[in-house]
């Protein structure tokens, strides 16, 4: 879905945006549907701007939510996205640790 010139219409607000979609990272299908209509199309853009997919699950409880409320949006159907590109998740290490790794190496 590259057409970005497309007219989907302005943001009308719906009873339900409220409610929480992408629970680790708390965002609510408001939220989602707002990113839709301010100009992110692509699940990437979705993720990278709300952040969603991105909590301790890794997007296994909102991703079918999230592309669903996205198509809907822009009036495709949900096989026509894109699939998020998927990133393994980083942590941070402290520096010791890759000390003591790299002496047990020699």
């Known amino acids: ?3 970005r010139n497309r007219d989907i219409g ?3 607000p719906q009873p339900d945006d409220d409610m929480i979609v992408c629970r ?3 965002i609510t299908k408001g939220e ?3 990113a839709v ?3 992110m199309f692509t699940l990437t853009e979705i993720r990278r701007y709300l952040r969603t997919g991105m ?3 890794q997007g296994q ?3 079918k939510l999230v592309k669903a409320i996205v198509s809907r949006e822009l009036g495709v159907k949900p096989s026509e996205l894109e699939p998020a590109t998927g990133r393994a998740p980083m942590r941070p290490i402290e520096m ?3 000390a003591r790794d790299k002496e047990e190496t020699k």
Do not use: A, Q, S
């Open 1 to 3: 879905m590259n057409d």
């Open 10 to 12: 302005e943001f009308i």
């Open 24 to 26: 680790c990272e708390e």
């Open 32 to 34: 989602i549907r707002k």
């Open 37 to 39: 209509h301010d100009g």
């Open 55 to 57: 909590g301790l699950c």
């Open 61 to 63: 409880t909102c991703t």
């Open 96 to 98: 010791y640790i890759l």
